[in-house]
């Protein structure tokens, strides 16, 4: 009787969910992006919005809720009802280094969430001050090996995609490196073009100004192929790191269990939004690199970046103990 029970409550839990998805979206849906407006996660976020909007005819809305270095977001959309209103932009920072750093996060980056369309991001770049007079990857390596010194760099922060990425580099290189972190990465920009510290490892999105102004020599990119408008500088895999093929992406998520016809919609929707050409346009404005993904595809590269990530991000851990 027990078993029948169970099996009667399964039944028609699925049939209200199901009842629910066709009616989607009834009420106005809301994106979290976890991070302060202005960003790159913001942006996207609200790209995805205006398009869903004018999709269903329903109000889709960007609350902005920092904290944690996104874990605060992640961790309240992961634990709220899978009834299709409310989602989170997820990302490298939040889904595949956070979990890996702070194994106190609360949350599994892919079984506790459902991952529904992948947004893309910018790509890393390295930069130097010009002052420095090293123009490529082996010459920052030989300058490090020759003078036998360990060298001083940038990122926006412990644990961001930009730290990893330089610590993979000095680990294949063999060079030694020391992290500046800084909170937000204007900041460590600028000390690199003052020659306070030797490189940077930044998005592309923040140090295009100054390697616009001449002020940076920028190194390489962790880019797929080179950038359309920057042929000039070279990609990691390029350069003899194959490995670092990399951006700071972002994606959409939802709680675990989110019904399968309303992840197949906006993912539909949300391929079309950026295939826009104005939107093309204003991505290609910060080199955000977008890629088509079903929620399948997704889900295993959310969960190959938390694998790909995982030596570098402990490394990290064992020399900040």
């Known amino acids: 009787m027990k078993l029948l029970a169970t099996i009667i409550a399964l039944l ?12 989607w979206p009834a009420r106005p849906v809301r994106i979290i992006a976890p991070f302060a407006p ?19 005819k329903q109000q889709f809305f960007v609350e902005n809720r920092a904290g944690a ?14 009834d299709g209103y409310n989602f989170v932009v997820s990302g ?15 949350y599994d980056p892919v079984n506790d969430f459902t991952h529904v369309a992948y947004f893309g991001g910018p790509p890393i770049v390295f930069i130097v001050p010009t002052a420095l007079g090293v123009k490529s990857l082996s010459e920052l390596v030989n300058y490090a090996k020759t003078r036998n010194e360990t060298l001083t760099f940038a990122s926006p922060g412990t644990g961001t995609s930009g730290h990893l990425v330089a610590e993979y580099f000095a680990q294949k290189s063999g060079i030694r490196i020391e992290h500046v972190p800084y909170r ?5 920009v600028l000390d690199v073009v003052a020659g306070h510290l030797r490189f940077g490892s930044m ?29 000039a500088i070279p990609t990691f895999k390029e350069a003899g790191y194959p490995e670092l093929v990399s951006t700071t992406w972002f994606a959409l998520s939802g709680p675990a269990r989110v019904p399968k ?5 906006i993912n539909g929707e949300v391929i079309k939004a950026l295939a826009k050409p104005d939107v093309q346009t204003r991505l290609k404005v910060e080199q955000v690199l977008t890629e088509p993904m079903t929620p399948e595809e997704l889900t295993q590269f959310v969960a190959a970046e938390f694998a790909r990530w995982r030596p570098v991000a402990e490394q990290i851990q064992l020399k900040a103990n």
Do not use: C, Y
């Open 69 to 82: 270095g996104g874990v605060t977001a992640s961790l309240a959309v992961a634990r709220m009802d899978p």
């Open 261 to 265: 016809d309303i992840v197949g919609k």
């Open 184 to 188: 937000g990465a204007a900041p460590g």
């Open 38 to 56: 202005g960003g790159t996660a913001d942006t996207l976020g609200r790209i995805a919005a205006e398009h869903l909007s004018e999709s269903f």
């Open 92 to 106: 490298i920072a939040t889904h595949a280094i956070a979990p890996i750093i702070n194994p106190n996060t609360g």
């Open 12 to 23: 028609l839990s699925a049939a209200v969910s199901a009842a629910n998805a066709e009616d």
């Open 203 to 231: 998005t592309w999105t923040t140090a295009a100004g100054q390697i616009a102004a001449g002020t940076v020599v920028p190194l390489a990119v962790s880019a797929p192929a080179r950038l359309a408008d920057f042929p």
